[in-house]
């Protein structure tokens, strides 16, 4: 689940001079901006809503739900809006610390006595504000293979359980790396702590008191179905249908489906500092818990890009925050199969843009280039063709990925011929979080099918020496991936290393963290 797009944030922060300003974008521009990039990106469909001064200055839909139905997307269309979840489940667990049913610095293990962290240590000092804050210690994405891609059976006893097999890559609290099950432990949090699903919380502690009629914390709450985004991808050059995510363990990391007209609703909470209703006489959170969800508790990486005169770079509780021309900027974006989101607040400029896409890659260029282009024309900068020029990149990109995965395969092709003993490789592999996999023979060649994620099933193919490329059924997203065997001395397998094939390859499908060692059948 992405949270961020690496790719298209390491190509925003390029330096640009600074050209005479132009004014805020209106109605009709917004609608241009929107159109030209739904074309130029190849995306379905998209909504946005921006907010200003409290009131919703702008709130549409684009395209279509669903290239084969061609129904619009309206305002009111939902869309499942990935990690912008996670700020849901931080202001749930606000909502509890304010009610003195948890405090910050609890220790997870009080709640949660089977959660085990990869030493003692961490064990023992993992607070509830490091299961939200991407500071563990561990990798980019770790374990997210239990839920990428879906249909897989680990449950939360599998989650909170497997983080002691895992190899930490930093020192705990020390560097930001982006991960997703740890919100999943929250959610685990929220429903002991609670007496009720992670996902009822949400639903009647959030979702209903700000009247977000048409939001809903997960699948099982949705009746009516009538006016959804279908997932698609437009890798292939066309935009077609691909299957979206389904049931995940519980929807603290990215489970949520809303449309824009509630999403600005969302925002302005926000922008409001915890309070809501007519007169702001209600209160969401409080106004420590608001402060203590957008204060940098990790720091990042800064980019000096002169256009934006950034000083800070870090992450809150469930929000990216850094600071653009001396405002602040409060932001997360979300990505699952097809499913592409983005919200974005400044809170000095009382201004808070929303973005809902349903095409992979395509919405995340889209709801780049778009809101940029409004949040510059806030700042007082220049109108600088956002759209072409993250088009021109993300090109680049996608055209770097596709020849590498091109040369593989002509590798595998030129290499067809070579005879390869099947039963050395023939066997049960099991890793210690993932579970067992079966690489056995099928009309003569090698498959490779995990026990636990039916959808991690296809052919294998020789590649060189001792590796193979596997070519998964599943191809809704681009997760083809090679697999290393080591030979004891008599020239049988013993264990498998796993990477993906593309430099493009969604972190989520995080094979280097599998370590499968041969066991009996």
């Not at 610390?97 to 085990?116: A, Y």
Request: aromatic share 12%.
């Amino acid at each position: 689940m992405k949270k961020t797009l690496p790719f298209l944030a390491s190509l925003l922060f390029i330096c640009f001079t600074i050209i005479p300003t132009f004014a805020q974008v209106t109605s009709s521009k917004i609608d241009s901006l929107m159109e030209d990039a739904l074309k130029k990106f190849k995306v379905a469909g998209a909504s946005i809503a921006v907010v200003k001064d409290g009131k919703i200055i702008h709130q549409k839909g684009y395209g279509v739900t669903s290239v084969e139905t061609k129904k619009a997307v309206n305002e009111y269309t939902n869309f499942q809006i990935a990690s912008n979840s996670k700020a849901f489940t931080a202001a749930a667990l606000s909502i509890l610390e304010d009610e003195g049913k948890l405090n910050w610095t609890d220790k997870v293990k009080d709640f949660i006595p089977e959660f085990k962290m990869y030493n003692d240590y961490v064990t023992e000092n993992f607070n509830i504000q490091d299961l939200l804050t991407h500071r563990s210690g561990l990798g980019l994405g770790v374990g997210d293979l239990m839920f990428f891609p879906d249909g897989s059976n680990f449950t939360i006893k599998d989650v909170v359980t497997s983080f002691q097999h895992f190899k930490p890559v930093s020192a705990f609290r020390t560097k930001f790396d982006y991960d997703n099950l740890l919100y999943i432990v929250a959610g685990e949090v929220i429903a002991r702590v609670s007496g009720m699903s992670y996902e009822a919380f949400v639903q009647k502690r959030i979702i209903e008191p700000l009247q977000m009629n048409n939001t809903f914390a997960g699948s099982s709450f949705i009746k009516d179905k009538t006016n959804m985004a279908t997932s698609h991808s437009s890798e292939s050059g066309t935009i077609k249908t691909i299957e979206g995510m389904g049931v995940q363990i519980n929807s603290a990391a990215g489970g949520i489906y809303s449309n824009v007209a509630d999403m600005s609703k969302w925002m302005m909470v926000g922008l409001n500092k915890g309070k809501y209703g007519a007169d702001l006489n209600s209160t969401l959170f409080s106004l420590e818990n608001h402060d203590e969800m957008w204060r940098i508790h990790t720091v990042e990486e800064v980019d000096r890009n002169p256009r934006y005169s950034s000083h800070f770079d870090g992450y809150g509780l469930g929000w990216g925050l850094s600071d653009v021309k001396g405002n602040l900027k409060v932001s997360h974006t979300g990505g699952l199969p097809g499913m592409l989101s983005v919200v974005t607040m400044y809170p000095d400029l009382n201004l808070g843009i929303v973005i809902l896409t349903n095409t992979e890659n395509g919405g995340g260029g889209l709801f780049s280039a778009v809101t940029n282009t409004i949040s510059d024309s806030y700042l007082g900068l220049d109108d600088f063709g956002w759209t072409d020029k993250i088009a021109d990149w993300m090109k680049q990109g996608k055209d770097t990925g596709d020849d590498v995965t091109k040369k593989v395969w002509e590798k595998v092709k030129s290499v067809k011929n070579v005879k390869v003993k099947n039963e050395d490789f023939v066997g049960v592999y099991e890793d210690k979080w993932f579970g067992k996999i079966e690489v056995f023979e099928k009309d003569k060649q090698l498959w490779f099918k995990s026990y636990r994620s039916p959808k991690l099933n296809g052919p294998m193919a020789f590649y060189n020496a001792n590796t193979f490329a596997i070519k998964w059924e599943y191809q809704a997203m681009n997760c083809d991936a090679f697999a290393m065997f080591s030979l004891d001395e008599m020239g049988k397998a013993q264990s498998i290393q796993m990477k993906g094939i593309s430099p493009n390859i969604d972190f989520s499908f995080d094979f280097q963290d599998l370590d499968l060692k041969r066991v009996a059948k």
